[in-house]
């Protein structure tokens, strides 16, 4: 047992397969790993083209709306209700007569931003969502999607029904499907019950009192994303040839996390109207179309970021123990300085930082978890073999600058950390290595957010819902006692399990002059 064990006790966090990696690491040797966990900068040449760039922030709204951290304390409920899009109520002083109200970009386009206070912070309920551009346009997409649904007739409680009905569907079958070696029929059967969790059983829920968040997925498995960062993307035509597409900029824009002031490559203050500021201004705007990167089609510049193997430049980084040079770089304001470049800032490595996180909260080995979910699983999920994971290890210790030690590197290969564990199994898969979660990764990933979407008691209609209220959303719902198969009239007569975060970004677009 690590002297950290007991550091998180929200009922909240719970460690399912045990606690204390049996042999424990110290700060210098976590921060080793990190460093040598750094690329050069060249993910464009190892991106996964399978996968858009912009499932990376679709992952992390997907985290904010089960976890919202406070210090110890987990505030979000651990379901997918998206409390970190809607207010408690829709009197909330953000919501004007059912619908969101929208900010603007700083020009003429009312709607091209979230809408902001004063200090230009978001006014939203989980300000996580505003912390870099992608995902804050993820959020006015659904905020957007909302508003036009309201407008095409609905109360404000039936918009929001189908709303979550298609963000389930996303998160179901969009992105578990992408992001983990489950197929959508596996899928399928786990939310019809056919086919039993393993991992996160109905039991588990029961004895902890209704839905919560396991450790290993949210200190570890869940923080595959950090790896799928690039170090450059094709943001928009301001930006498409430029330096300052990199995320240093776009994770603060336009001048940084509110009060920072950021430069450009040549020293120069980043021209907006207010560079201390986060605000979606005419130069980062994404409700203009905009020409992709490769192939000359015109695209919305958020659909850019979905659009499947059409723009390699906006495709993610793989699944491995490669991570873009930006994530060994962020930063964390000391200070704020709000007249002057912020320069008093502390860096750090966000593969190092993981790794302390990982003891911190006390989880077993990946060894240790990966025997758990075999065993659970009655040998149907095995673990990575000695070879393989020595095999990357042995490749990671190969790309350090600071030396590794044999020590180290032998009690990595016997006692690797849960996180790195999870990456190490994604590149050594034998079918495309990188482009998605190894099996003991995702079967906790899987079973988890599906776990999530099936047991929550919210009051809102869940996927397998078919209440009231879900009947009387506009679908056309063959199987009453089915209702993984439903269709939405609304995105082409599409299927739950077919409906992509894409067709929402299209279907906004199509009708953005009903946004207000």
């Given amino acids: 047992m690590t002297e950290h064990e007991n550091k998180l006790e929200s009922k909240d966090f719970i460690n399912i397969a045990g606690k204390g990696f049996t042999e424990d690491y110290s700060v210098a040797d976590f921060n080793a790993i ?8 060249s993910s464009i040449d190892r991106a996964d083209w399978s996968i858009a760039a912009g499932y990376t922030y679709l992952g992390q709204f997907i985290d904010h709306d089960i976890t919202h951290t406070n210090g110890e304390e987990n505030r979000n409920t651990a379901q997918l209700d998206l409390d970190s899009l809607y207010p408690k109520n829709e009197n909330d002083t953000t919501i004007k007569d059912g619908k969101f109200l929208l900010g603007d970009h700083g020009g003429s386009n009312i709607g091209g931003d979230l809408r902001r206070d004063i200090n230009f912070h978001a006014m939203i309920p989980d300000h996580r969502n505003d912390e870099n551009i992608i995902i804050a346009s993820i959020h006015l997409t659904f905020q957007k999607f909302h508003n036009i649904l309201v407008n095409q007739g609905n109360s404000f409680n039936q918009a929001k029904v189908i709303v979550m009905d298609h963000y389930h569907a996303i998160v179901a079958y969009d992105f578990v499907r992408k992001l983990t070696d489950l197929n959508q029929d596996q899928i399928s059967n786990i939310i019809d019950r056919q086919e039993k969790r393993f991992i996160y059983t109905e039991d ?8 919560f968040i396991p450790t290993e997925f949210s200190g570890a498995c869940y923080r595959f994303g950090h790896t799928m960062v690039r170090s450059n993307y094709d943001f928009n035509d301001n930006f498409s040839k430029g330096t300052l597409s990199k995320p240093p900029l776009f994770f603060g824009f336009p001048g940084g996390r509110p009060d920072f002031n950021l430069v450009g490559s040549d020293g120069k203050p980043f021209p907006t109207s207010d560079a201390r500021s986060h605000k979606i201004t005419s130069v980062w705007v994404l409700s203009g179309t905009a020409t992709l ?6 695209l919305q510049s958020l659909e850019r970021f979905f659009e499947k193997g059409k ?7 793989v699944i491995d123990t490669n991570l873009s040079d930006v994530m060994g770089n962020l930063q964390v304001s000391k200070t704020a300085k709000k007249d002057t470049v912020l320069t008093d800032i502390d860096k750090f490595n966000i593969a190092s930082r993981n790794l302390q996180r990982g003891q911190s909260l006390g989880l077993v080995s990946g060894q240790e978890f990966a025997q758990f979910v075999k065993e659970k699983s009655k040998g149907k999920v095995n673990p990575l073999s000695d070879e393989k994971i020595q095999e990357v290890i042995e490749n990671l210790a190969s790309r350090s600058e600071e030396k590794i030690s044999d020590a180290l590197k032998k009690k990595l290969i016997s006692n690797t950390p849960l996180w790195l564990y999870t990456l190490a199994e994604a590149e050594a898969a034998e079918v495309g290595t990188g482009a998605r979660l190894g099996p003991i990764a995702s079967r906790c990933v899987a079973e988890v957010i599906l776990g999530l979407l099936m047991d929550d008691t919210m009051n809102v209609d869940s996927i397998r819902n078919t209440s009231q ?9 063959n199987e009453p006692n089915e209702p993984n198969k439903w269709k939405s009239s609304i995105i082409q007569n599409k299927e739950a399990r077919d409906i992509e975060m894409l067709d929402i970004i299209k279907f906004v677009n199509k009708n953005h002059n009903k946004v207000l």
């Fill in 34 to 41: 990190g460093a040598s966990m750094i690329g050069d900068g």
């Fill in 469 to 477: 209220s879900r009947k009387n959303a506009p679908y056309n719902l």
């Fill in 311 to 317: 723009n390699k430049r906006n495709s993610a980084g």
């Fill in 293 to 298: 990167f490769e192939g000359g089609k015109k």
């Fill in 204 to 211: 588990m829920v029961r004895m902890n009192g209704g839905p």
